[in-house]
């Protein structure tokens, strides 16, 4: 009895970190979606004030 509970312990850990990895997995691509979105927002900026500094 005392083996089953050590590997459902065991088991559940392992699971637990999965699942953390997982989540951590997942902010890190949107924090990288995020500073893409930044940067194209940025360069869009960018070249509306090229335009607009243009001359005509």
Known sequence: MALTLS?????ETKEDK?????EEVEDAAEDVGDGIEDAADDVEDEVEDAVDDSPQ
């Open 7 to 11: 590997f459902t312990s065991c088991r």
């Open 18 to 22: 999965a699942e953390e990895a997982i």
